[in-house]
């Protein structure tokens, strides 16, 4: 008991930064399953845009 008395401080800040950590992963996958990019530049200009939105435009193509 004494020794959790005397790392309360830092048992906290983990489990905050645990949580903060959880919540970040947690929106970057809900936003790629919702098509949305992770970079914050345009398409327009990046080499890697037929990678990133292949799947999507492949989609869109299908759709009557």
């Known amino acids: 008991m ?12 983990s489990l ?8 970040i ?13 992770s970079c914050g530049c345009g398409c327009s200009t990046c080499a890697m845009k037929d990678m990133c939105h292949s799947q999507n435009e492949q989609k869109t193509k299908n759709t009557p």
């Open 2 to 13: 004494l020794w959790l008395s005397q790392n309360l401080a830092t048992i906290l800040i």
């Open 25 to 37: 992963i947690f929106r970057m996958r809900r936003n790629k399953k919702q098509g949305k990019s």
């Open 16 to 23: 905050v930064l645990i949580a903060v950590c959880a919540l």
